[in-house]
C-alpha cells in the first residue's frame, strides 16, 4: 500500500493518495472521507482544500493526515475519529459509547415540531441526545427528556447538552424509566441479531444501540405496550419493518398513523397519534 511521502505532501496529492488508500481498503466513499480527514487535520472547510490544493504539508501536518487515514482503513468511522456529527442545526461530540446519528432519524425531530406549548417530549434511547437535543434546539419551549439505558454512556448526552447550552433532563433507565410524556420519539435498535452490516458498524458501533432479537422489533413492541397515555409516538425503524410496527400502533390505540419517508424512499419513521 502506498505511504504518503514528501512526493505525495502536498494538499491535492495528499488527497489522491489518501483516496487511493481509503478505497483499496473498502471504504463507501473514499474521497470524501479522505477530504474530511484532512481538513480536519489542516483545521480548516473540506471546500477550502480546493483553495489550498498547491500547497505543501508541513511533516507534522503529513504525520497526523497519515494517522487518521490508518484508522479510516480500519474502517473507523469518519465521524468517530473526528469526534463530531452535524444533526439538523446543531453539531454533536460523538464517540464509540453511543450511536452516530443517521440523517433519518432527523424524521423524529420533525414529529415534534407541531406539539402545543410546553409539551413534554420523551427520547426514548437517547445515545447522544442528538433528538433530545434537536428537538429543544428547533422548539426551546418544550420540555424534553432523554432517556438512556447505559449510565456511562449517558454523560455524553449530558456533556453535548452543556456544550450546546440547551436544557434537557437525562435520565438513566429502562425504556421511558417510568417518565410520560405527551410525546414520545424513539431510535431504539431494530436491528435483527443475525443481520448483515458493514464493518463501520459492526465493528465500530455499540452492539447495544443496534441489536433487537430475531427479528429486530423486541424493544419496539416492549415500548409500544407502554405508552397508554401518550397522544403523539414517533418510532425509527428498519427499512422492511414499517407495516409492522405501523400495525402494533393501530392496536395500542393510535388512530391516526403517519409514514415518513428517508432520502431513499424507505419508510423508516411511523408516527401514530391519538
Ligand atoms: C439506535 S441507538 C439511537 C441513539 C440516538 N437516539 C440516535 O438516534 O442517534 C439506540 C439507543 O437505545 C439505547 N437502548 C437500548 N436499550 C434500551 C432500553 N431498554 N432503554 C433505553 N435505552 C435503550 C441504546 O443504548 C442506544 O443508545
Given at each position: 500500500?502506498?505511504?504518503?511521502?514528501?512526493?505525495?505532501?502536498?494538499?491535492?496529492?495528499?488527497?489522491?493518495?489518501?483516496?487511493?488508500?481509503?478505497?483499496?481498503?473498502?471504504?463507501?466513499?473514499?474521497?470524501?472521507?479522505?477530504?474530511?480527514?484532512?481538513?480536519?487535520?489542516?483545521?480548516?472547510?473540506?471546500?477550502?482544500?480546493?483553495?489550498?490544493?498547491?500547497?505543501?504539508?508541513?511533516?507534522?501536518?503529513?504525520?497526523?493526515?497519515?494517522?487518521l487515514i490508518a484508522r479510516r482503513e480500519l474502517?473507523?468511522?469518519?465521524?468517530?475519529?473526528?469526534?463530531?456529527?452535524?444533526?439538523?442545526?446543531?453539531?454533536?461530540?460523538?464517540?464509540?459509547?453511543?450511536?452516530?446519528?443517521?440523517?433519518?432519524?432527523?424524521?423524529?425531530?420533525?414529529?415534534?415540531?407541531?406539539?402545543?406549548?410546553?409539551?413534554?417530549?420523551?427520547?426514548?434511547?437517547?445515545?447522544?441526545?442528538?433528538?433530545?437535543?434537536?428537538?429543544?434546539?428547533?422548539?426551546?419551549?418544550?420540555?424534553?427528556?432523554?432517556?438512556?439505558?447505559?449510565?456511562?454512556?449517558?454523560?455524553?448526552?449530558?456533556?453535548?447538552?452543556?456544550?450546546?447550552?440547551?436544557?434537557?433532563?437525562?435520565?438513566?433507565?429502562?425504556?421511558?424509566?417510568?417518565?410520560?410524556?405527551?410525546?414520545?420519539?424513539?431510535?431504539?435498535?431494530?436491528?435483527?441479531?443475525?443481520?448483515?452490516?458493514?464493518?463501520?458498524?459492526?465493528?465500530?458501533?455499540?452492539?447495544?444501540?443496534?441489536?433487537?432479537?430475531?427479528?429486530?422489533?423486541?424493544?419496539?413492541?416492549?415500548?409500544?405496550?407502554?405508552?397508554?397515555?401518550?397522544?403523539?409516538?414517533?418510532?425509527?425503524?428498519?427499512?422492511?419493518?414499517?407495516?409492522?410496527?405501523?400495525?402494533?400502533?393501530?392496536?395500542?390505540?393510535?388512530?391516526?398513523?403517519?409514514?415518513?419517508?428517508?432520502?431513499?424512499?424507505?419508510?423508516?419513521?411511523?408516527?401514530?397519534?391519538?
Open positions: 500500500m502506498p505511504e504518503l511521502t514528501a512526493v505525495a505532501a502536498r494538499v491535492e496529492g495528499a488527497v489522491r493518495k489518501g483516496t487511493r488508500r481509503l478505497r483499496t481498503a473498502g471504504c463507501a466513499t473514499p474521497r470524501l472521507d479522505a477530504e474530511l480527514l484532512l481538513a480536519s487535520t489542516l483545521a480548516v472547510d473540506r471546500a477550502r482544500l480546493v483553495v489550498e490544493s498547491p500547497r505543501p504539508l508541513t511533516a507534522d501536518e503529513l504525520a497526523r493526515f497519515q494517522e474502517r473507523e468511522p469518519v465521524a468517530y475519529i473526528l469526534g463530531a456529527k452535524a444533526f439538523r442545526r446543531i453539531s454533536l461530540h460523538v464517540d464509540q459509547r453511543a450511536l452516530i446519528p443517521r440523517p433519518e432519524t432527523e424524521l423524529l425531530v420533525e414529529a415534534a415540531l407541531d406539539l402545543p406549548p410546553g409539551a413534554r417530549v420523551l427520547d426514548v434511547g437517547t445515545g447522544s441526545g442528538a433528538v433530545a437535543l434537536a428537538v429543544k434546539d428547533e422548539r426551546p419551549d418544550l420540555q424534553v427528556w432523554g432517556v438512556y439505558i447505559d449510565a456511562d454512556a449517558v454523560e455524553l448526552a449530558r456533556a453535548n447538552a452543556r456544550a450546546l447550552g440547551l436544557s434537557v433532563d437525562f435520565v438513566v433507565g429502562d425504556l421511558t424509566a417510568g417518565l410520560w410524556g405527551d410525546a414520545v420519539l424513539a431510535n431504539l435498535p431494530y436491528v435483527a441479531d443475525d443481520a448483515p452490516l458493514a464493518p463501520e458498524i459492526r465493528q465500530w458501533e455499540p452492539p447495544k444501540a443496534l441489536f433487537a432479537g430475531a427479528d429486530g422489533l423486541t424493544l419496539i413492541r416492549r415500548l409500544v405496550s407502554n405508552l397508554d397515555r401518550v397522544s403523539v409516538a414517533a418510532l425509527e425503524v428498519g427499512f422492511d419493518q414499517a407495516d409492522a410496527v405501523a400495525t402494533l400502533l393501530g392496536e395500542a390505540g393510535f388512530g391516526a398513523i403517519e409514514r415518513r419517508r428517508d432520502l431513499a424512499g424507505y419508510e423508516r419513521v411511523i408516527v401514530g397519534r391519538r
